[in-house]
């Protein structure tokens, strides 16, 4: 089974989404071929140039562009925001901070308490033997 494991391949969008970067913005090579497990775990111990260019500039996919800003993917999709954006284009989002932004890091905020809120009452009405 484990040598089952090591060549069990993945399409690229798997991959790149395993690396959090966005596919269009990979080499060819990468978008072209499949990545097997083996291959994933290299990328991530060993990035190569062109993956720690992405992820420090990007563009990035929405979920990470939705983490740099605090907000939900629901929010950027609220906001307009579908496309990749760079890291420079987020930093000056996070300088402007529009109306839009500072709502839905309000709203990210209220579900995060409530998370936590419930997570709390879960744990008291479990007991001490939990």
């Not at 395993?18 to 978008?31: E, H, I, N, R, S």
């Not at 083996?38 to 990328?43: G, I, K, S, T, V």
Request: proline fraction near 8%; hydrophobic fraction near 35%; aromatic fraction near 4%.
């Amino acid at each position: 089974m484990s040598s089952q494991q090591s060549t069990q391949t993945m399409k690229p969008a798997t991959a790149a989404k395993k690396l959090g970067v966005y596919l269009p913005a990979t080499p060819a090579d990468f978008q072209e071929g499949v990545v097997t497990r083996a291959e994933l775990n290299e990328l991530q111990a060993n990035p190569p140039e062109w993956l720690r260019a992405l992820r420090a500039d990007g563009p990035h996919p929405r979920p990470v562009v939705a983490a740099k800003l605090g907000v939900s993917i629901s929010g950027l999709a609220r906001a307009g925001v579908t496309e990749a954006l760079t890291t420079e284009q987020i930093e000056a989002l996070k300088q402007e901070r529009p109306e839009w932004l500072e709502k839905e890091r309000a709203t990210q905020a209220e579900v995060r308490k409530e998370g936590a809120r419930l997570k709390s009452l879960k744990k008291e009405q479990d007991g001490p033997h939990a």
